[in-house]
């Protein structure tokens, strides 16, 4: 089924059914089919959803919570809009299956502040499954309650990094937390928590009604099932596709009319750059890493002026927090604008790349640890065009090359 | 005088918030939108019965404060315009859609128009990749802009 559209996420499904199913199960039996199912974080680091749940479910805590993941912010990624424009009651009911499996009655949804538009929608479908008691207090008679309530964001991507989430979530700065403990140990308010991006929750009524063996089918072996994507950039048609997992980079552009493609930036800005020799490639946790985001640059592109915008974007996104994060991406965005006025030599550049997988190992949090990635794979495949390019004028007195 | 009983209205209108939110130290970040919304800034007076209603330093309500890229710390204008100036965007046209709004308000990103009207900021990915360029203005969004879509919107607010 590899490379095939799909619909798993984008398919009508009457609300309900999936959630009545669940609770007429054992808890744990719920998360032995999330587990048996191999769904994976859809988030970008793809963790196992029923692992987490477990690790929940057997936290000692008066109280637990689930927590959805509504901060999206990776450049180039708008599938959660859609999904919680389209498809919300999905994400609750998905949300309130998880609060029966791990035995938490209060669920939070973390909405990004630029989506503060949508937050209406939410809060009309919450009150709507509250009205056919899908929510809320002895959900279908069931003695079972739970709630959920939408949390804004303030603006910061930061955020979207899960103990920064919590601490956001919690009034404070969105500052990573050390790990561990985890938030399934240690989550919000001290309490054990779910944190689960929107389209993992998405996926979870349709594993419930359709079984965890049909969805383990879709997909590779490491990475099952379906994923959305993003589709940015240089393309006939941009949009929001459902693919399997492992769909090459090359099915990808062909469905959505992509021509002279020089390079496609796959998971965002905090994601690797893929040129033409790796087309071939899938899109899965086992190769390239499905973050949802595929931002497309056709051969007009200057790969340097990309990079220059991930650079920035990441200096500016940094909380400051931890030193190789917040002084790693200002050096290598510097490194960047050396190498646009031409004075960046080829032995300062080793020096960056060092400080680049520094970063890699010594950041605090996914941010710090990823803000490389574009720099690295930028440069190793276009390396060639970024020496050979035409310097910006200069006074060479005034601004020698750095070595 | 007049300052004086300002800021007593002002205090007032903290304490209701806070006690809203029943005193809660973790719902500073909702106190600080709603007052955000209210009067366009968080001040130094504000920020400060905020702290002293719930207990804190002011420094840590001014440190939240200043994390956040939607709260502000200074007056802006009415409308806040963020245009996104990432990459997606970019590659569909940002850059004469920013040349068309600054031509129309007269000022730079970052500045605010005299009348007090307008700020013009760039934002980083508004999530409307597929459709850009795009922008916010306050809490609507616009897309597919070009720099005449663009100036024409800005107009409707003026």
Redesign the interface.
């Given at each position: 089924m590899v490379g095939h559209k799909i619909q798993i996420l984008f398919s009508p499904a009457e609300t309900g059914i999936a959630l009545r199913l669940a609770i007429g199960k054992k808890p744990e039996d719920i998360i032995a089919q999330v587990k048996e199912s191999k769904l994976r974080g859809r988030g970008g680091a793809g963790f196992p959803t029923g692992l987490k749940w477990e690790l929940v479910q057997q936290a000692k805590g008066e109280r637990k919570f689930v927590v959805c993941n509504a901060d999206?912010?990776?450049?180039?990624?708008?599938k959660?809009?859609i999904l919680l424009t389209d498809h919300p009651c999905k994400i609750f009911e998905g949300m309130a299956i998880c609060g029966y499996a791990v035995g938490a009655q209060n669920g939070v949804v973390y909405l990004r502040?630029?989506?503060?538009?949508l937050r209406e929608g939410l809060v009309n479908a919450i009150k709507k499954m509250k009205e056919s008691n899908y929510l809320g207090k002895n959900i279908m008679g069931s003695g079972f309650n739970f709630d959920i309530e939408i949390?804004?964001?303030?603006?910061?991507?930061v955020c979207g990094e899960e103990t920064a989430l919590l601490e956001?979530?919690?009034?404070?700065?969105?500052e990573a937390r050390n790990k561990p403990p985890y938030p399934t140990e240690c989550g919000y308010?001290g309490c054990p928590t779910v944190v689960n991006n929107v389209e993992t929750f998405c996926y979870v009524p349709a594993i419930m009604t359709k079984g965890a063996q049909w969805f383990s089918e879709i997909g590779t072996m490491e990475s099952t099932g379906s994923k959305l994507f993003?589709?940015?950039?240089?393309v006939a048609k941009?949009?929001?596709y459902e693919l399997a997992m492992g769909s090459t980079v090359d099915v990808v552009l062909q469905l959505v009319g992509a021509k002279d493609t020089k390079a496609v930036?796959v998971g965002g800005?905090s994601g690797i750059c893929v040129a033409e020799k790796d087309f071939n490639k899938p899109i899965s946790f086992e190769s390239l890493p499905p973050g949802g985001?595929i931002?497309v640059?056709n051969k007009s592109?200057d790969m340097l002026y990309?990079l220059k915008?991930?650079m920035e974007?990441f200096v500016?996104?940094s909380?400051g927090q931890c030193t190789p994060c917040r002084e790693g991406t200002y050096r290598l965005l510097q490194g960047v604008e050396m190498m646009e006025q031409g004075r960046c030599s080829i032995h300062y550049l080793h020096t960056l790349r060092d400080l680049a997988q520094t970063m890699l190992i010594s950041s605090k949090c996914g941010l710090g640890q990823l803000a490389p990635n574009p720099f690295l794979s930028i440069i190793d495949n276009f390396k060639g065009e970024i020496l050979a390019r035409d310097r910006v004028a200069r006074n060479s007195k005034k601004t020698p090359v750095v070595r | 005088m007049k300052l004086e009983s300002r800021n007593n209205q002002i205090a007032q209108e903290v304490i209701e918030i806070v006690e809203k939110y029943n005193f809660q130290r973790e719902k500073l970040l909702q106190i600080l939108e709603e007052l955000n919304d209210s009067y366009g800034y968080l001040s130094e007076f504000v920020m400060k019965e905020v702290a002293k209603n719930l207990q804190l330093t002011t420094t840590e309500v001014y440190s939240v404060a200043t994390f956040y890229s939607f709260l502000n710390t200074r007056p802006k204008g009415k409308y806040i315009i963020r245009l996104c100036k990432t990459i997606s965007c970019v590659l569909a046209g940002k850059n004469a859609v920013a040349n068309a709004l600054r031509n129309e308000l007269g000022i730079d990103f970052g500045e605010t128009t005299s009348d007090g009207k307008f700020s013009l900021e760039f934002t980083n990915c508004i999530g409307m990749c597929n459709q850009g360029p795009a922008m916010l203005i306050n809490n609507d969004v616009y897309y597919h802009l070009d720099p005449e879509k663009a100036v024409e919107i800005v107009e409707k607010y003026q």
């Amino acid at each position: 089924m590899v490379g095939h559209k799909i619909q798993i996420l984008f398919s009508p499904a009457e609300t309900g059914i999936a959630l009545r199913l669940a609770i007429g199960k054992k808890p744990e039996d719920i998360i032995a089919q999330v587990k048996e199912s191999k769904l994976r974080g859809r988030g970008g680091a793809g963790f196992p959803t029923g692992l987490k749940w477990e690790l929940v479910q057997q936290a000692k805590g008066e109280r637990k919570f689930v927590v959805c993941n509504a901060d999206e912010g990776e450049p180039g990624t708008f599938k959660d809009r859609i999904l919680l424009t389209d498809h919300p009651c999905k994400i609750f009911e998905g949300m309130a299956i998880c609060g029966y499996a791990v035995g938490a009655q209060n669920g939070v949804v973390y909405l990004r502040a630029e989506y503060r538009y949508l937050r209406e929608g939410l809060v009309n479908a919450i009150k709507k499954m509250k009205e056919s008691n899908y929510l809320g207090k002895n959900i279908m008679g069931s003695g079972f309650n739970f709630d959920i309530e939408i949390h804004l964001g303030a603006g910061a991507y930061v955020c979207g990094e899960e103990t920064a989430l919590l601490e956001s979530l919690e009034g404070k700065r969105g500052e990573a937390r050390n790990k561990p403990p985890y938030p399934t140990e240690c989550g919000y308010m001290g309490c054990p928590t779910v944190v689960n991006n929107v389209e993992t929750f998405c996926y979870v009524p349709a594993i419930m009604t359709k079984g965890a063996q049909w969805f383990s089918e879709i997909g590779t072996m490491e990475s099952t099932g379906s994923k959305l994507f993003s589709i940015s950039g240089d393309v006939a048609k941009p949009g929001v596709y459902e693919l399997a997992m492992g769909s090459t980079v090359d099915v990808v552009l062909q469905l959505v009319g992509a021509k002279d493609t020089k390079a496609v930036q796959v998971g965002g800005a905090s994601g690797i750059c893929v040129a033409e020799k790796d087309f071939n490639k899938p899109i899965s946790f086992e190769s390239l890493p499905p973050g949802g985001s595929i931002i497309v640059f056709n051969k007009s592109r200057d790969m340097l002026y990309v990079l220059k915008n991930f650079m920035e974007f990441f200096v500016e996104e940094s909380c400051g927090q931890c030193t190789p994060c917040r002084e790693g991406t200002y050096r290598l965005l510097q490194g960047v604008e050396m190498m646009e006025q031409g004075r960046c030599s080829i032995h300062y550049l080793h020096t960056l790349r060092d400080l680049a997988q520094t970063m890699l190992i010594s950041s605090k949090c996914g941010l710090g640890q990823l803000a490389p990635n574009p720099f690295l794979s930028i440069i190793d495949n276009f390396k060639g065009e970024i020496l050979a390019r035409d310097r910006v004028a200069r006074n060479s007195k005034k601004t020698p090359v750095v070595r | 005088m007049k300052l004086e009983s300002r800021n007593n209205q002002i205090a007032q209108e903290v304490i209701e918030i806070v006690e809203k939110y029943n005193f809660q130290r973790e719902k500073l970040l909702q106190i600080l939108e709603e007052l955000n919304d209210s009067y366009g800034y968080l001040s130094e007076f504000v920020m400060k019965e905020v702290a002293k209603n719930l207990q804190l330093t002011t420094t840590e309500v001014y440190s939240v404060a200043t994390f956040y890229s939607f709260l502000n710390t200074r007056p802006k204008g009415k409308y806040i315009i963020r245009l996104c100036k990432t990459i997606s965007c970019v590659l569909a046209g940002k850059n004469a859609v920013a040349n068309a709004l600054r031509n129309e308000l007269g000022i730079d990103f970052g500045e605010t128009t005299s009348d007090g009207k307008f700020s013009l900021e760039f934002t980083n990915c508004i999530g409307m990749c597929n459709q850009g360029p795009a922008m916010l203005i306050n809490n609507d969004v616009y897309y597919h802009l070009d720099p005449e879509k663009a100036v024409e919107i800005v107009e409707k607010y003026q």
